[in-house]
Structures are given as C-alpha cells and as structure tokens.
Nanobody, 124 residues
C-alpha cells in the first residue's frame, strides 16, 4: 500500500517555474515506478512524465519534453516534477501516481495509487 501527497502547485506567470513534490508513505515506494498526470479544465487526464523505480529511466509527454524534469529521492520517499518555461496550457490539476511495477507506463489505468492532486495555474 502506498499513500501519496502532492504539494507545490500555485499560480505562476507564463515563463516561470515550479517544482511539484509527491511524498509517499509505504514500504513499497522504492520498488514502484512513479508518474505525473494532469487534467486541465475541460480536458481528459493526460500522462506528463514517469520515472522507473531506480530513477534510471524517464519518459515524457511530447508537450513537456525539454521543459519538465522528473526525479526521485528514494531515501526521502519523494518524487519531484521540475517545471520550467511554463505555458498557459500547462494549467491543470497535477496528480502523482504509483504502480506496483518497476517500469514506467503512460496509461493511467496501470497505476494503482493516486494522490489528491495539486492545482497549477499559469497566467499569460
């Protein structure tokens, strides 16, 4: 069992940066691939970024590649999403998710555990 709590979302101007954090509890975190997903107003949930259990493998949506960076600190049971060069279209609720496998997946159905979400609003 893994419990996830996101933080770091706020209002930011276009071109700015934010770092989201996802604190996990549960003894299986270090063996879990992690993902960030987002759901914008009137949009479906979409995969943003994912990281393997050991941090060696990462995957990004084309829309954020080169601007966002996912990382993890297994000693702190935390995964991060550094977001730079933010655009208005990045406005969304961002969710952290964990799956009971070591490799990343882009399908949200492949993740068993979810946080409550944190709001990111980018003003243009």
């Amino acid at each position: 069992q893994v419990q996830l709590v996101e933080s770091g979302g706020e209002l930011v101007q276009a071109g700015g940066s934010l770092r989201l954090s996802c604190a996990a509890s549960g003894r299986t975190f270090s063996n879990s691939a992690m993902g960030w997903f987002r759901q914008g107003p009137g949009k479906e949930s979409e995969f943003v970024a994912g990281i393997s259990w050991n941090g060696y493998s990462t995957l990004y949506a084309d829309s954020v590649k080169g601007r966002f960076t996912i990382s993890r600190d297994n000693a702190k049971n935390t995964v991060y999403l550094q977001m730079d060069s933010l655009k208005s279209e990045d406005t969304a609720v961002y969710f952290c998710a964990a799956r009971s496998y070591r490799v990343v997946h882009t399908n949200p159905l492949m993740y068993e555990y979810w946080g409550q979400g944190t709001q990111v609003t980018v003003s243009s």
